[in-house]
């Protein structure tokens, strides 16, 4: 029907894009192959003139550091750009400076004593500690009397605690407090001696009331406030001075806790210094087992351990490179980077490992330059496919809101782009070196010097033998002569034997051609010379063995296939669950480390419900230039403070000098009482500011000097007086968690937003700047998330090519994200700071284990079945990405008894990191992959296309068609037609069209 020839036709058409673009994409493969063959051979022919280049290029971008410039202000770092609580923040500093640095003691009662600080034994511990603070704390040439910012009406240094109900003067306690009962009735009362009102939550923790007298007769803490009114230089050291004499402050009929502004700098940046030091420990462990992995031989000629450094070298310099090109573009250094070197170390190793299994993996016999380029030919697309998606994904993620995790992004994407350059120019120039070291018997690390002088002689045997060792399964390599040896079974022996992957080089002369390829192929040489052809098999290590004899086998086991899916599906289904349970927030507590007196502090402060940003923060409502005279302004200013005070996280009493002069202005006291209206209002503007003036100078209303700030726009007429800003303050409580926080900020916000007041007042909290972070950090975290998926989505299309291996990489990449958040609930982790820059570096090493063992899968002969894909992909790709896991995995494990939290965390990501990535690449990845059917999209190329597959045909089919033995006839050498190869298999030589693709032969 015509319904179904209009069907017909789109479907054709679908198919005639598809094949358009798998044509495309297979010449583009071809190129690409082309052109790192074409490197690796240029790098092994000229390795000192890379390995110059680099380092001058490393050198160049260094002096970028001229320009290092790092940012640790939390605010400016984990704070979206121009936020309200910014700009707030800057309005304030500007009218009221920073505010007062300070240090703080925390008393705690004894519970095998009394458990109580009401009583007298208690205060006067306290009046001893005050007296040591007064009398000993000196710094920057100051005293406490001279470093004080909070003075009282008679210019007495005035502390914040129970010590202000005595006006902070011994003297006074003491001729007023005779018995306990003196002291219930001093510190009970509802005003401190200079009329504040009295929050007595600020003041004491866990404390009982007597609901009859309305006197407090108990409490389990309290905390004495020095606030210094210094320059922030000048402040630090005199906080210096005051944690000093507060260390060797002994414990009496109360426990002593301190803290200073500079505290919690101080133990974070030692618990960071020391934790250093573990980084160097994970470094040269990774060092370690480089060595192991790349030793081709425990020997002093083969352990290769020269290289293993130099692949570190390598690494290093990328990250030199990359951070001072950063700094030169002024990117500033923030301290998320001190983590960047594991991500660039742990897939710097993944690629070391790739590109040297891929060159060991060519024929010895070729020069190293021939064995780089056909290497690389084979793993540079591989490598180029993860750091491609590796570095789009920081690209994409360097567009985030947040300063410090866009800086990180920059500093990631070029530092991975750089190893990657760094790896396939000077790492591969330095392999081909070592590659000719180890041919010329020379000693490892000391080249200089001829094996002999260093080892047994036993040891100094060449790798390759001749054919008469051809019965040993011992050698490492065997060659085998098909005319001679016609009748030859390797048996057992030789299927511990991987067939080496060669194609025949542009310039191969008259020497010899090489065909075949893939490391599942057989290579066959047939030399002009001697008329012989030969067979040549590397040795399998014993990784590659297990995985074609013992796991590719049991993955691919039906029944294992059942329950691997099921158990996926079940911890998928489990983490989906967590993910939605998932939390926000950071306790800022886990900054501090174990055993630190700041850690100390905010614990017992906790437990008394005394943490300052939790409980009884301050938060202070601004008002700006308004009309302060009118009777609707003041009006409104009462209902702002009355509708603040309903909100569930919001407390009193209100320091407000706005509800004190509208109270003391009718009164007796107030010489401008005949002035105010009916309502009890001043409204008069010519006389409003001149008493608010007067009543803030007034001894009992003194406290209000530091919250209204006058402004005189003609100086010397005071009729022009008028205020510029005023503030009155309350409390926020029950901060205790993201959500608490966000909803009192959000409350607090609405609550002067809705007032008729222009312009709008301000409220703010110092933790205002914090939670403008939990607003944005989920959102950053997905946006992040999908962002890296995008970038996999998009390169896998052109390196993977087939939309249903696409689909397949972005779903895993996608299950490893879901099963990341569900376990970092079972794990109790938050999405915070930390853990958000986690989940964007978790990309550039989740993508590793899955892309290598996919991109290799398709890359096997399509003549074989899926399972024998799967184990030839494994053979040549699984110990890489098993390694990688392992070697990144015993880096970072030091970081797990790291003093700081913050270092534990990192550990625990990436350890969730790692096996979750690993086991999707190694054990999920590999039980599907064989029931997908994929296209074999060599059959949309043509046959002059240089990227015509051959087959690969494993050693026991090659032993079968040897049966007849025979060789190459002078005859049929010379009737081979220009740009064809001769594969010989026993009697027949069969030409190709220049078979370029080594995969195997046919």
Request: hydrophobic fraction near 40%; proline fraction near 3%.
């Amino acid at each position: 029907s015509e319904q179904h020839f209009q069907k017909y036709c789109v479907i054709s058409r679908a198919m005639q894009i598809l094949a358009s673009w798998y044509r495309f994409a297979r010449r583009m493969e071809s190129k690409a192959e082309d052109g790192f063959e074409g490197l690796g051979r240029n790098v092994g022919r000229h390795p000192k003139t890379y390995i110059l280049a680099v380092t001058l290029f490393t050198i160049l971008c260094s002096i970028g550091f001229m320009n290092y410039s790092a940012e640790t202000d939390g605010s400016k770092l984990w704070v979206p750009s121009n936020t309200r609580a910014q700009k707030d923040s800057a309005y304030i500093q500007d009218k009221y400076g920073k505010g007062f640095r300070s240090g703080s003691v925390l008393y705690a009662a004894q519970p095998s004593i009394d458990n109580n600080l009401i009583n007298l034994d208690a205060f006067e511990q306290m009046w001893d500690v005050h007296d040591n603070i007064v009398n000993n704390v000196n710094g920057a040439g100051f005293t406490w009397e001279e470093a004080c910012g909070i003075r009282d009406s008679d210019g007495n240094c005035a502390t914040s605690g129970p010590l202000q109900f005595f006006y902070s003067n011994r003297t006074y306690y003491n001729s007023v407090v005779k018995t306990l009962a003196d002291l219930r009735t001093a510190v009970s009362a509802d005003k401190f001696p200079t009329g504040q009102l009295i929050n007595r939550d600020l003041i004491f923790g866990k404390y009982v009331i007597n609901t009859t007298t309305d006197e407090i007769i108990s409490a389990e803490g309290t905390t004495t406030v020095y606030s210094i009114g210094l320059g922030t230089t000048a402040s630090e050291e005199w906080e210096q001075s005051f944690i000093d004499v507060m260390k060797i402050q002994e414990d009496g009929y109360v426990d002593i806790y301190y803290f200073a502004s500079r505290s919690f700098g101080d133990v974070f940046g030692a618990a960071i210094f020391g934790d250093v030091q573990l980084l160097m420990v994970a470094y040269l462990l990774m060092l370690m087992i480089t060595c192991f992995v790349l030793a081709k031989r425990y020997d002093s000629v083969g352990s290769r351990v020269g290289l293993s450094m130099c692949g570190i070298l390598v690494i290093i310099l990328s990250m030199a490179a990359g951070y001072g090109l950063c700094s030169g573009f002024g990117v500033k250094f923030v301290p998320l980077h001190q983590v960047l070197p594991f991500v660039v170390v742990g897939i710097g190793v993944d690629d070391m490992f790739i590109i040297v299994a891929s060159f060991d993996a060519q024929d010895e016999e070729l020069e190293t330059s021939e064995r780089l380029a056909k290497g690389l030919r084979r793993c540079g697309i591989s490598i180029t496919y993860t750091t491609a998606t590796d570095v789009i994904a920081f690209l994409l993620g360097s567009v985030s809101s947040l300063p410090a995790i866009e800086a990180f992004c920059y500093y990631a994407a070029v530092t991975l782009l750089f190893n990657f350059c760094f790896q396939v120019t000077m790492f591969s120039a330095i392999l081909c070196m070592d590659a000719d070291r180890m041919n010329s018997k020379k000693c490892d690390f000391f080249c200089c010097f001829p094996a002999c002088c260093c080892l047994p002689a036993s040891l100094n045997a060449s790798p390759v033998t001749d054919s008469s060792d051809s019965n040993d399964p011992s050698k490492q390599v065997e060659m085998i002569s098909v005319g001679d040896n016609e009748n030859d079974d390797l048996g057992d022996a030789g299927k511990a034997y991987q067939q080496v992957v060669t194609t025949e080089p542009d310039n191969a002369g008259a020497d010899g051609a090489f065909v075949g390829g893939g490391t599942a192929g057989v290579g066959v040489m047939v030399n002009d010379k001697a008329n012989v052809t030969k067979q040549t098999f590397k040795e399998l290590n014993s990784m590659q063995l297990f995985f074609r004899d013992r796991y590719a086998p049991f993955i691919t086991t039906p029944w294992v296939r059942v329950v691997v899916v099921l158990l996926f599906a079940g911890m998928l289904g489990a983490c989906i669950y967590g993910s939605t349970q998932l939390t926000q927030g950071f306790d800022f507590i886990d900054f501090a480390p174990d055993g630190s007196y700041v850690r100390d502090y905010f614990q017992v402060a906790r437990s008394l419900n005394m943490l300052v940003i939790e409980q009884n923060t301050p938060v202070q409502i601004v008002y700006k230039d308004v009309d302060y005279y009118t009777q609707s302004n003041q009006e409104e200013m009462l209902r702002i403070q009355e509708d603040f005070l309903d909100g569930r996280h919001n407390k009193g009493p209100f320091t407000s000098w706005v509800e004190e002069f509208v109270a003391w202005v009718p009164t007796n006291s107030s010489p401008y009482n005949a002035s105010v209206n009916a309502q009890g209002y001043l409204t008069n503007s010519s006389v409003y500011y001149h008493a608010v003036e007067y009543f803030v100078n007034q001894p009992d209303y003194s406290r209000f000097d530091r919250d209204v700030k006058f402004v005189n726009s003609t100086p010397g007429d005071a009729s022009t007086l008028s205020i510029d800003t005023s503030r009155v303050s309350a409390y926020h409580i029950d901060m205790d968690t993201a959500s608490h926080q966000i909803s009192g900020m959000t409350y607090a916000r609405d609550v002067v937003d809705d007032s008729s007041i222009d312009p709008t007042p301000i409220v703010f909290a110092s933790s205002y700047v914090r939670i403008e972070t939990e607003l944005v950090i989920v959102g950053e975290m997905i946006f992040n998330l999908v962002y890296a998926l995008v970038a996999v989505v998009v390169v896998s299309l052109f390196v993977l090519i087939r939309p249903s291996a696409v689909l397949l990489v972005g779903l895993f990449v996608a299950m490893i994200d879901v099963d990341l958040l569900g376990m970092m609930f079972f794990w109790e982790l938050q999405v915070n700071n930390v853990t958000v820059v986690q989940l964007v570096m978790a990309v550039g090493l989740v993508v590793d284990y899955v892309s290598h063992v996919m991109h290799y899968y398709l890359q096997q002969s399509y003549d074989k079945t899926p399972n024998e894909r799967l184990s030839d992909a494994l053979v040549e790709i699984g110990p890489s990405v098993m390694l990688g896991c392992t070697t990144t995995f015993v880096g970072v494990l030091p970081l797990a008894v790291a003093d700081s939290i913050i270092f534990r965390a990192f550990f625990k990501m990436f350890f969730l990191i790692i096996v979750l990535g690993g086991s999707h690449g190694l054990v999920l990845l590999p039980a599907v992959l064989p029931l997908i059917p994929f296209e074999d999209i060599s059959s949309y190329t043509t046959l002059d296309d240089s990227d015509k597959r051959v087959k690969p045909v494993n050693a026991k089919e090659m032993e079968e068609e040897e049966v007849g033995g025979g060789a190459v006839s002078n005859q049929q050498q010379q009737q081979q037609q220009p740009g064809e190869d001769v594969v010989v298999v026993g009697d027949n030589a069969v030409t190709d069209a220049a078979p370029e693709e080594s995969e195997g032969i046919v």
